[in-house]
């Protein structure tokens, strides 16, 4: 699931700026990875999900669970024969992966997890040691189990591009790609990786130019691919929900954090004020999850709970307060306040509910820290001062660049 990914990924780097563990951040790329091959598209959205179960390549028409992502340790054992020089017992590429993988010649998923048994005798590839750890249990270097793992990667990446893939759900939901943004926007950042940057990039132009109808000033909720590869629209489109408005605020926080390009930041703004008019509960304050206007909808509701997707007035709350800091408007901090006391019941009998919320009551706390990198655009300086920023956990901040009146003069001459 795309929205899956995108929390994982900015879990991930945020680990690694808590931690300074490299894992860490090489999981967060790996993440992005994937999602730039296989739920792409070309525009520069993002595809909502693949499937867990597919055909499996022993044929068959019935699609089974993993199918795709799965091993059996006869297969490693044949695809990766060759032995690994210096390793002790005279160990091969296979022994080293499967050590490193968790792999089992029975299997390691256990049956209560398998209740049809589809997955008798596979292996799910997981982690179970440290690069470290697998180097000490063979007695090679830690670069050289690097590389073997690496190579072993490949070579099973080339025999699963010939299964049958799994289905691709290719709607493309504002929501979602809003929570992708974020993902790409602060990797990107805190990896100083200029691609991630870029498809951060893509991905808002792409909102803004099949998802945003300016004429009428609202979000669409989704599009799709079509037939041909092109972006389709139904007919008429579906007006966007709270969460789309809300997700894809805070993506486009976080990209204006990341680039510092102020049109982010704008529409952003533009967005506020459009989410403040469809959705706001003037008598109770918080936001509805669709347009209370709709006479179509029975029942008004509020969605007071972080799921597998959180809460849209969760993300409102730090949304508000991230806005008011950046452009002055004291009713948004106002709104922020007056969200967090709407939920107050909630936060406070069951916080672990609404962990999103929880992060923007403590932002409220402590205050965000105003960070303000004077210096050009394009200046190595400025470069490496945004690194250093980006590379620490800052959770609670406010980040902007200015220039002095000099630089601001080549600024506008270049622009």
Same mark, same amino acid.
């Given at each position: !699931? ?10 991930? =780097? ?14 967060? +790329? ?40 799965? /091993?059996?340790?006869?297969? =490693? ?35 209560? %997890?398998? @209740? ?23 007695? =090679? ?60 990039? %893509? ?8 998802? /945003?109808?300016?004429? +009428? ?11 041909? !590869?092109?972006?389709?629209? *139904?007919?008429?489109? *579906? #007006? ?23 049109? /982010?930041?704008? /529409? ?33 509701? +509020? ?6 997707? @959180?809460?849209?007035? #969760? ?57 303000? =990198? ?42």
């Amino acid at each position: !699931m795309l929205y899956d990914q995108a929390q994982l990924a900015v879990a991930y =780097i945020t680990a690694f700026q808590v931690s300074g563990e490299q894992f860490y951040a090489d999981v967060a +790329k790996d993440i992005l990875l994937y999602v730039s091959r296989d739920l792409s598209d070309k525009s520069g959205g993002f595809y909502s999900a693949e499937d867990a179960d597919s055909v499996p390549a022993s044929g068959g028409q019935e699609k089974r669970e993993g199918a795709f992502c799965v /091993w059996m340790a006869s297969e =490693i054992r044949e695809l990766l024969p060759d032995m690994v020089e210096g390793a002790t017992d005279s160990a091969t590429q296979a022994d080293i992966f499967m050590h490193h993988y968790g792999v089992k010649e029975q299997g390691n998923v256990e049956p209560e %997890q398998d @209740p049809h048994g589809e997955l008798r005798g596979q292996n799910v590839l997981i982690v179970r040691y440290s690069v470290e750890l697998t180097a000490a249990r063979f007695g =090679i270097t830690v670069e050289k189990v690097s590389k073997c793992l690496a190579s072993a990667r490949a070579k099973m990446a080339e025999v699963r591009k010939t299964r049958p893939c799994p289905h691709l759900d290719s709607k493309m939901l504002t929501s979602w790609n809003g929570l992708m943004l974020s993902a790409f926007a602060c990797v990107g950042a805190v990896l100083g990786d200029k691609a991630l940057l870029e498809r951060a990039v %893509q991905a808002g132009n792409f909102l803004k130019e099949y998802l /945003w109808d300016a004429e +009428k000033q609202t979000l669409l909720r989704s599009c799709y691919r079509g037939d041909q !590869m092109e972006v389709q629209q *139904i007919s008429p489109p *579906i #007006s966007g929900f709270l969460d789309d408005y809300t997700f894809l605020i805070c993506g486009l926080l976080d990209l204006y954090e990341a680039s510092l390009q102020t049109e /982010w930041l704008q /529409w952003a703004e533009e967005l506020q004020f459009r989410q403040d008019v469809l959705f706001w509960d003037d008598l109770g304050g918080g936001y509805f999850c669709c347009d209370p206007r709709d006479s179509k909808v029975l029942l008004q509701l +509020k969605e007071d709970q972080d799921g597998a997707e @959180p809460s849209a007035n #969760s993300v409102s709350a730090f949304n508000l307060l991230r806005l008011s800091n950046y452009t002055g408007r004291q009713e948004w901090l106002q709104k922020s306040q007056q969200l967090l006391t709407a939920f107050s019941d909630r936060l406070t009998r069951v916080p672990i509910a609404l962990p999103e919320m929880v992060r923007a009551l403590m932002a409220q706390h402590y205050t965000l820290k105003q960070i303000v =990198i004077c210096g050009q655009r394009d200046a190595s300086d400025t470069a490496a001062l945004l690194a250093t920023v980006n590379s620490l956990f800052l959770p609670f901040k406010k980040l902007t660049r200015t220039v002095d009146a000099e630089s601001q003069k080549l600024e506008r001459k270049k622009f």
